[in-house]
């Protein structure tokens, strides 16, 4: 699986690039490269392995300080005093010098590391032995935590790089072969067992294959596909065998666009991380300048000045003001939210987009494929008495299986078999109007209804009165009738646009499909604004009068025309399972099972992270703040000190995961 692995290292190259970048963190990381980190017992090994420093430092600090308070011995003084704690320090110790060393030599001076060696190797200075060994020792468990944390929040994303199997079998004069699905050739045909993930996207040969798709949708319960769907990389095959021909090349499937995303997601930064990164940047040089200032300046001003007793309050002050509460929590934060979000089918492709949907105050949404099914049926056919109805339905069913629109496939479903005896001749597409033939000498035309103005022909029908879609018919130059054609409302369509409407969020909706077709929807849904025969360009100016109020506006569409106006929306929200890949590819955010209740779910996802990462942000700032003051006062040691920067991080960071328990 050497593909996964690399994909994982550069995901967890990225974290590190957050904020989480410790010498612990990474050795945190380190068994997780391989197939071990399924297997528990290993992972127990790895988390024992990432503590032993901490728990040898531990040990060795407890028995020395039992040595000083309580079990006093003459032997454990002087020089024996002193290298019993350098070497309680050096396991914890020697990891974050040898950080600090690398950072400076790459210019990065100011860094959370030079600041605890600062601390720690002052506090040895002024014989303070105990609590140097004491603070290092919680930073490195604070550190490990923090490890253990990133790891959990990647465990989702994880799980969908372990969904793209590595090899396919692949058949060959019926004979299955085993080869790397990066090999697989586009319409070779796979041979999937039941119970074998699919590895690359392809089209359903066999008749029925019942499939698990939750790596994809997040959704558990089974799909059944039929001979001739679409079925798609990461999917599981259910109880029998399937055979699949290979649409897809390996890198194009849609598995593989879902972990670019996410691989990618994290260099998008939201603004409070963006923040946080140039305020660390200021914040610690002036951190170091003012503990410097605490150490000397009372010299000049207070009359009994002692040199160990203020600087062991700068050392205080320099440990309180590590920023890495702030470094650590701030990024995992949002990165909690992707990872919660990705668990429940929803993509966000930067944590920016986590920001920007929680204030959306509007959601703009087109009706075929987003709010209803994409599939559509024929309801009602009209055929007038002077023509034989079996005879114009079989001649219509012929002329449409030269499109491939949605309608052609709901009228061939409808008719059944395609009749090869009837000839065809100067077959014609009319752009926006229908399709035109010549059959047995006679002209067929179907359509809409402005289709039968343009050539003249009389209608009895008053279109505007018909709730469904229409296709007119005529035949030899008469109206011979018209069929009815409607798409269903998505199940859970009402419940998204109620709970949009609970969030006090705006919803509009807008279609290419005719006024009245749209107005209907609308009005089962219970959305006051709707607009229908929309051509991709009206879409883009509706959207435009929106923003024109200064107001923010997501847009949730699937088709290849809906790409302009997601790209001109605040947040643009694509349909990933039914969804054009242009659509997809333009999109921030990508709601991998189609369903309309996932998108009042992703703005719940953005506010719920974005409070989570104010209230950390506020609680370090508050602690800090407080025990600094104590520090610079001579109010606080170092014990205050290391609840100040190791306990708020830990907090902030429990705080951080949060999200991942969350119910949507």
């Known amino acids: 699986m050497e593909h996964i692995h690399k994909e994982e290292k550069v995901i967890k190259k990225k974290i590190n690039q957050s904020g989480c970048c410790s010498a612990h963190e990474e050795q945190s990381h380190s068994d997780d490269d391989g197939h071990d980190h399924d297997h528990s017992h290993n992972a127990d090994d790895s988390i024992f ?41 050096l396991p914890v110790g020697f990891p974050v010098l040898k950080e600090a060393y690398e950072s400076i030599m790459k210019g990065d001076v100011f860094s959370e590391f030079f600041l605890m060696c600062i601390a720690t190797i002052g506090a040895f200075a002024i014989a303070q032995y105990p609590e140097g060994v004491a603070v290092m020792l919680f930073y490195t468990i604070g550190e490990n935590f ?64 019942s499939f698990n798709t939750a790596a994809l949708t997040g959704e558990s319960k089974p799909d ?67 503990a410097i200032a605490i150490c000397l300046l009372p010299m000049l001003f ?47 492709k930067g944590s920016n987009f986590l920001d920007s949907i929680s204030t959306i105050q509007n959601v703009v949404m087109d009706k075929t494929g987003t709010m209803t099914e994409g599939v559509f049926k024929v309801q009602e056919v009209i055929i007038r008495e002077d023509f034989d109805k079996a005879e114009i339905l079989k001649l219509v069913n012929v002329l ?19 009749d090869a005896s009837v000839e065809l001749k100067n077959v014609e597409e009319i752009s926006g109007h229908g399709l035109k033939a010549e059959i047995n000498g006679k002209e067929l035309y179907v359509g809409n209804f402005k289709l039968m103005d343009k050539f003249n022909i009389k209608y009895d029908v008053d279109p505007n009165a018909v709730v469904y879609t229409t296709i007119a018919i005529a035949y030899d130059k008469k109206f011979a009738g018209y069929l009815t054609i409607a798409d269903e409302i998505k199940e859970d369509a009402q419940e998204a646009v109620t709970k949009l409407k609970a969030l006090g969020v705006k919803v509009t909706m807008l279609s ?50 809906d790409a302009p106006v997601i790209a001109l929306s605040t947040v643009g929200i694509a349909m990933g399972g039914l969804g054009s890949d242009a659509t997809i590819e333009t999109a921030d955010i990508v709601i991998q099972d189609d369903k309309p209740s996932k998108i009042p779910m992703a703005i719940n996802i953005g506010k719920q992270t974005k409070k989570i990462v104010w209230q950390n942000i506020t609680l370090a700032f508050v602690v800090k703040a407080f025990v600094l003051i104590l520090g610079a006062g001579g109010l606080a040691t170092m014990w205050e000190a290391v609840f100040a920067d190791v306990g708020v991080a830990l907090l902030a960071i429990l705080n951080a995961v949060r999200i991942q328990k969350m119910k949507f």
Not at 78 to 84: A, H, L, M, P, S
Not at 227 to 234: P, R, T
Request: glycine share 8%; with cysteine; proline share 3%.
């Open 512 to 561: 290419g499909d005719k006024t009245n077709v749209v107005q209907f929807v609308a009005d089962k849904l219970g959305i006051t604004n709707a607009f229908g025969d929309l051509l991709p360009e009206d879409k883009v100016n509706k959207l435009n009068e929106i923003k024109a109020k200064n107001e923010t506006v997501a847009f949730v569409g699937d088709g290849v025309n």
């Open 302 to 348: 207070v009359d009994n000045y002692v040199f160990s007793q203020w600087l062991y309050r700068a050392l205080v002050f320099l440990v309180i003001s590590c920023p890495c509460a702030l470094v650590i929590s701030i990024p995992l934060g949002y990165f909690g939210g992707i990872g919660a979000a990705s668990k429940n089918g929803i993509l966000f």
């Open 400 to 418: 449409e299986s030269q499109s491939t629109h949605p309608v052609a496939t709901a009228i061939h479903n409808h008719v059944g078999k395609i």
């Open 49 to 89: 392995k990432m503590f032993l420093p901490a728990i040898i430092s531990f040990v060795l600090l407890l028995i020395g300080i039992g040595f000083d308070n309580y079990f006093t011995q003459t032997w454990f003084s002087g020089y024996v005093r002193i290298v019993w704690y350098v070497v309680a320090y």
């Open 146 to 209: 923090q490890g253990l944390a990133v790891s959990r929040a990647k465990s989702n994303i994880k799980s969908l790089l372990d969904q793209r199997p590595d090899e396919v079998s692949i058949l060959e004069n019926n004979v299955a072969t085993i080869i790397k699905a990066s090999d697989a050739r586009i319409g070779s045909i796979i041979q999937l067992k039941a119970g074998e993930k699919l590895g690359l996207d392809g089209e359903l040969l066999s008749d029925t294959a």
């Open 224 to 290: 059944t596909k039929v001979k001739g769907e679409i079925v798609l990389a990461g999917m599981i095959n259910g109880s029998t065998i399937a055979q699949v021909k290979i649409t897809t090349a390996y890198n194009d499937s849609k598995l593989s666009k879902i972990l670019e995303m996410v691989q990618n997601a994290t260099t998008k930064k939201a603004p409070a991380e963006l923040f946080i990164r140039k305020f660390a940047k200021i914040y610690t040089p002036i951190v170091v300048y003012l």
